[in-house]
């Protein structure tokens, strides 16, 4: 909703926020949050408050804060995180996610549910 500059603009402040991040022409995957900070110096983004993130396979995940490094392609969490599919429900904290390699790892206290249809 609401979108604001430092006075050198090298940093980006945003709140209340709804995005749709593309890769290649393609969607990857729907960003949702309280608030934000982009310091692109740094190529570091800082999301904070009730945050959401699904793909474009369905898989959701939240957590409360998330770095995000754009220069290596990925995200860190130290807060309590949630990772949910149409099989599967993961609980845990902490997360390391590459979003190049397709790979996330909770970091402790996991607790997950599998569901297989029979």
């Not at 982009?38 to 959701?60: A, R, S």
């Amino acid at each position: 909703k609401q979108v604001k500059f430092s006075k050198d603009r090298s940093v980006i402040f945003f709140s209340d926020f709804y995005l749709t991040v593309n890769s290649k022409g393609k969607k990857c995957f729907n960003l949702k949050g309280k608030k934000g900070r982009y310091e692109k110096q740094k190529n570091l983004i800082f999301l904070d408050g009730d945050i959401k993130i699904t793909d474009e396979k369905g898989y959701t995940l939240y957590t409360d804060h998330l770095i995000f490094n754009e220069k290596t392609a990925q995200a860190y969490s130290d807060a309590s995180v949630r990772i949910k599919g149409s099989f599967f429900d993961i609980k845990g904290k902490g997360l390391i996610l590459d979003i190049k390699r397709k790979k996330i790892e909770v970091l402790s206290d996991v607790k997950s549910l599998v569901q297989k249809s029979f």
